[in-house]
DNA sequence: ATTGACCTTCACATCAATGTGACGGTTCAA
DNA sequence: TTGAACCGTCACATTGATGTGAAGGTCAAT
């Protein structure tokens, strides 16, 4: 699928896709005519990476997350270097951080409809 | 406590705290010769503002919230608009999303470093 | 009285994420 | 063959969160 088709599908601007793409987040294959050229998954992918930036990641963080968390599927993880995992827990224990934050505030608005509507 | 102490009490810089209150998210006093005066508690407001800026929230969004989760402890909440009460039901649905989507990513990591170590 | 450590405002710089638009090529249908 | 609807790159603009630093006021200690 070609760009247009592609942001349409996503909500995300052709603008965007490529910023995404240089930022090393998606990738494209180019027709001859030099058109972008993307295979469905990216669509999933995309949507994927959207999640992760509105929920406050940099693309700098998404870039290092996503392939951990695509590779998934694959079973063949036969060696992992140390620093790499050293920085996926460091990048799981801020998310861990945020997520308690957001829980926080999110309980303390509950809690205020709570008093007010009861 | 001026604004040199407040700074080093969070950890955040004299400019930033100059914004935050340009943003209204925090107040200050003018003693006679202009300097700004903050109170004790200013310290824990300026903590959880950074708390929610790091989660991801913009000051916008945190000026919003703000109010309500301090006015917590005043029992005193006789009469809130609908309008009000449309708006934190969206800011907790939005916060709601935000966790979902670091969870699910943060658990993600979390399986794929128990492959990996496993 | 001077110096150093504060404070003020203001303005300009930067970075990331995003928009906008110019200028030009490709493709397809009328 | 021409025009619409795509696509490409490139560059400049904006917004929010921040840094940096200039020019000047205040104050306390020397």
Redesign the pocket.
């Known amino acids: 699928m070609?760009?247009?088709?592609l942001?349409e599908l996503t909500g995300v601007?052709?603008?965007?896709l490529?910023?995404y793409e240089e930022?090393e987040l998606i990738k494209?294959c180019?027709?001859?005519?030099?058109?972008?050229a993307y295979s469905l998954e990216t669509a999933d992918r995309v949507r994927q990476i959207r999640g992760l930036?509105d929920a406050g990641l940099?693309?700098?963080a998404?870039k290092q997350l996503l392939p951990c968390l695509n590779g998934s599927k694959s079973i063949d993880i036969p060696w992992v270097a140390p620093e790499t995992m050293e920085m996926l827990e460091r990048e799981r224990d801020g998310l861990t951080a945020r997520i308690d934050v957001l829980t926080r505030n999110r309980d303390a608005i509950q809690s205020y409809l709570d008093r007010v509507a009861g």
Chains 1, 2 share one sequence.
């Open positions: 070609r760009i247009g088709e942001a601007s052709r603008r965007l490529r910023y930022q494209a180019r027709t001859e005519n030099g058109y972008r930036l940099s693309t700098r998404i």
